[in-house]
């Protein structure tokens, strides 16, 4: 199971500049497209970033101390990490925030060379901290020495200090603790062995019930294969279309396989076409980004999608048959994840599919 980091939590004072400045001057932005002709997005987003930038340079003009950190931020969202990085060292004295950002930079490698053990330095530093500034930090810090400790980098592995920290964070499901973590810990109680599925399922509902989107994909699966919980159909398809429409990869991808076993091919086809043709390169990390989804379970998803868009194209079932587009999504969903592939692929053999 590979983890991602958990994004800086919102600080109650912080607001983008970019939506403030939108929002203040929308008549302007909305006449300016109208007249030049120009992209609408990309002027737009390239125009909001600037006039930032520039409100940023007034404000820490003026002293204002916070400046200094938005500033890095929107470095940070813009992906110009060396930018973010240099601005972070230069405040990680005065703000908790900055230090924050570093640990995930440096473990995560944004901007420098990865370097797992000063990353840890710092979220231990945000966790240890008597600082009431750096509250709304700690939940979040402690799901990232969590991962450390699951991955086993920059310290010895240990899946027992790992739970441990995730627990932590987690708070008993409280909305205002890292989510992240009551999801993970659904992930890890579902995977470890021996397998404790009630306590998957509990994390899982906490984490949904806060909003998270890869636990909702989760919950469906868990009652549709009844684990952890009683079996129901009609709660797991419910779980699984509301994850779907919200772009949970992985729950589209199993909706595909459900809709094939169903025999519903017109559906199941127009479905698994748009995962199938996912681009594996952009596509993965963006939706990663954009759903907070691991992208491994992104990749399964288009996998499954893949495979089953290839049966309907193989056998012509709700589309023209196309021996060549099949064998091109055989291999795609292959390409994505072997071990998936050859274990569809076998139940095809034994006339399971």
């Known amino acids: 199971m590979m983890l991602t980091s958990e994004k800086l939590p919102t600080n109650p004072v912080y607001t983008s500049l970019i939506t403030q400045y939108a929002f203040k001057n929308q008549k302007l932005f909305q006449w300016r497209k109208e007249k030049s002709g120009t992209n609408p997005d990309h002027y737009s987003h390239a125009t909001l970033v600037d006039k930032a930038l520039q409100l940023l340079k007034e404000r820490i003009r003026k002293g204002d101390s916070l400046a200094y950190f938005l500033r890095g931020q929107l470095y940070?969202?813009?992906?110009?990490?060396?930018?973010?990085?240099?601005?972070?060292?230069?405040?990680?004295?005065?703000?908790?925030?900055?230090?924050?950002?570093?640990?995930?930079?440096?473990?995560?490698?944004?901007?420098?060379?990865?370097?797992?053990?000063?990353?840890?330095?710092?979220?231990?530093?945000?966790?240890?901290?008597?600082?009431?500034?750096?509250?709304?930090?700690?939940?979040?810090?402690?799901?990232?020495?969590?991962?450390a400790y699951y991955e086993g980098k920059g310290v010895k592995r240990s899946d027992e200090e790992a739970e441990r920290l995730w627990l932590f964070a987690a708070d008993n499901g409280n909305p205002k603790a890292s989510v992240k973590a009551q999801s993970i810990l659904g992930l890890y109680y579902s995977t470890k062995e021996p397998k404790e599925l009630e306590k998957a399922?509990?994390?899982?509902?906490?984490?949904?019930?806060?909003?998270?989107l890869e636990s909702q994909g989760a919950l469906g699966l868990m009652y549709f294969y009844g684990q952890g919980i009683r079996q129901d159909t009609e709660a797991a398809l419910h779980c699984l279309r509301e994850a779907a429409e919200r772009g949970n990869v992985y729950a589209q991808g199993n909706l595909v396989e459900y809709?094939?076993?169903?025999?519903?091919?017109?559906?199941?086809?127009?479905?698994?076409?748009?995962?199938?043709?996912?681009?594996?390169?952009?596509?993965?990390?963006?939706?990663?980004?954009?759903?907070?989804?691991?992208?491994?379970?992104?990749?399964?998803?288009?996998?499954?999608?893949?495979?089953?868009?290839a049966r309907c194209l193989q056998l012509g079932l709700g589309i023209t048959k196309d021996e060549a587009g099949a064998k091109h999504y055989y291999s795609k969903a292959c390409r994505l994840n072997p071990a998936l592939a050859d274990e569809l692929h076998s139940l095809l053999i034994h006339q399971r599919i």
């Open 76 to 147: 940070f969202e813009e992906g110009w990490y060396e930018e973010a990085l240099q601005q972070f060292e230069e405040i990680k004295e005065k703000d908790h925030q900055a230090i924050y950002q570093l640990g995930v930079m440096y473990y995560d490698g944004l901007g420098t060379p990865v370097n797992a053990e000063k990353g840890m330095e710092y979220m231990k530093k945000i966790v240890d901290c008597p600082c009431p500034k750096a509250r709304h930090l700690q939940f979040a810090a402690a799901y990232n020495l969590g991962r």
């Open 201 to 212: 399922f509990y994390w899982h509902s906490e984490a949904c019930g806060n909003g998270n």
């Open 259 to 309: 809709y094939y076993k169903m025999k519903f091919f017109t559906k199941c086809v127009t479905f698994s076409k748009r995962i199938a043709d996912y681009d594996e390169v952009h596509d993965i990390p963006m939706i990663a980004q954009v759903t907070d989804c691991l992208p491994e379970f992104i990749i399964r998803g288009m996998a499954l999608s893949s495979f089953y868009h």
